[in-house]
């Protein structure tokens, strides 16, 4: 309350021209009342308007996004290209079990609500649309599969070429394999084109882990496919009677002048050098048949193991060695493996480990590819068009929430940018950078097994 009796407050030009206000108590203290609460509101409304950055997420790796782009993620404002923004998705919970073709579509049509949705075979669903995120376009696709409604349908990795080193278009990997659906995959060394992570096809491990990467796993059953996802651990180990020798990967760039790694025929028809005073060791039919400090030719079936110097001679003191590889943790008996990162749901939360698995490079807005699977069994595949005005791409942040408003339990990222397309019954649906996107070194594929039909004899 102003005390409106003092000396100072009668000699100033304010006190001078407030003074009828302030001589009435009950008039000062109602005006007083109106100025508080106009401040107030002033603070108010200022702290909401600078405060709003502070409400987005941040993940581990330090990247964020804004509340509003989270929120939009969050709702999956999916529409059609024909339809108004504001559009949304009717996210309504499809059974747990689906085995009917019938009730597959009614699911599909009733989660996504879109025009633009097809069966391109019993059990697969394509579905384009497009999102919005602070109104900019980005335009995407997406593959649901269900096993369950179709468990002749395949799903697997498939390499470029007979060897690692060896790049192709998604498009000539599908053709080959006559594929329905395919998908780029894992990264890869550009230069060579061999993967850069784990790789496992009906159950051979082609390539090994790197940076303690994830991996989803597919595990074939008769009555359909089930899904896993993890960190793939990898122990290999050759021995002798006497002795035994612990390898650090197979069929993977040296990360370390220190590893032991092995190579096989599917690396290609020599290996590398050795480190620098290192041997190469060539193995026949367990036996050790060469040990040279320079490349040495690999023939099917034969494998050589590069290391130091001191580890190959105390080794080769005796010629029978056998060699043991496993896959460990939760994919460790999975037909096929493909690795990539990182995650993007983890349980059914967002969970983007950029720092962790080493990929804070590629965080930013680019085309996508990603995959996951939901509780109730479907496999999720999603591409994002990006780099241009008409579709922006998204950053791994947003693939994440996006994945997880699709129901993912569990998803991870593919290898993107130019490397990313999709590839639905004879045609690339989405718009790679270069029309077919990049040539790649290996794809994912869903194909229609083939069934055998047994003819009894004739009597």
Not at 7 to 16: H, L, P
Not at 39 to 64: M, Y
Request: proline share 4%; aromatic share 8%.
């Amino acid at each position: 309350m102003i005390n409106s009796g003092t000396e100072e407050y009668y000699r100033s030009y304010y006190g001078a021209y407030l003074n009828k206000y302030f001589r009435n108590k009950s008039a000062q203290d109602t005006r007083l009342n109106y100025i508080i609460a106009f401040i107030i509101i002033c603070i108010l409304v200022a702290t909401l308007l600078i405060a709003q950055p502070l409400f987005a997420q941040v993940d581990p790796g330090g990247s964020s996004i804004a509340s509003q782009e989270i929120s939009a993620a969050a709702r999956c404002d999916i529409t059609d290209k024909e339809s108004p923004p504001g559009e949304k998705i009717n996210q309504k919970a499809p059974p747990n079990v689906v085995t009917s073709q019938e009730m597959f579509e009614k699911n599909i049509r009733a989660k996504y609500n879109l025009k633009s949705i097809s069966f391109p075979a019993k059990g697969i669903a394509h579905i384009k649309a497009v999102k919005y995120i602070k109104q900019k376009p980005i335009k995407i696709n997406i593959v649901e599969i269900n096993t369950n409604v179709n468990p002749n349908l395949k799903i697997k990795p498939q390499i470029a070429g007979q060897t690692l080193n060896t790049k192709t278009t998604v498009r000539n990997i599908a053709n080959k394999e006559n594929a329905i659906i395919a998908v780029n995959g894992g990264f890869f060394k550009p230069q060579t084109g061999v993967p850069l992570g784990a790789l496992v096809i009906d159950g051979k491990v082609l390539t090994g882990p790197i940076y303690n990467r994830v991996g989803i796993g597919f595990f074939e059953t008769s009555e359909g496919t089930n899904f896993a996802m993890d960190k793939v651990g990898l122990d290999i180990t050759a021995y002798t009677s006497s002795n035994t020798l612990k390898i650090d990967n197979i069929n993977q760039p040296r990360m370390s002048q220190a590893y032991t790694l092995l190579y096989t025929s599917e690396w290609g028809n020599m290996s590398p050098m050795p480190t620098k005073d290192g041997y190469n060791m060539l193995i026949q039919n367990n036996k050790i048949t060469k040990i040279s400090a320079n490349p040495i030719p690999i023939g099917e079936n034969e494998f050589v193991i590069s290391s130091s110097k001191e580890k190959i001679s105390a080794f080769a003191k005796e010629k029978d060695v056998k060699l043991i590889q496993n896959i460990t943790g939760q994919l460790k008996n999975a037909d096929h493996i493909i690795a990539a990162g990182p995650y993007l749901v983890k349980n059914s939360e967002v969970f983007v480990d950029v720092k962790t698995q080493k990929f804070q490079a590629i965080a930013g807005k680019n085309p996508r590819s990603a995959i996951g699977y939901t509780n109730e069994g479907n496999l999720v595949i999603v591409t994002v068009d990006g780099r241009e005005q008409a579709s922006v791409g998204m950053t791994l942040n947003e693939l994440a929430y996006l994945m997880k408003s699709l129901g993912c339990k569990d998803a991870m990222n593919f290898d993107g940018g130019s490397s990313s397309a999709l590839y639905v019954k004879n045609r690339i649906v989405n718009d790679a950078l270069n029309k077919e996107g990049a040539l790649v070194s290996n794809s994912l594929i869903i194909k229609q097994a083939e069934e055998y039909v047994q003819i009894s004899s004739l009597n």
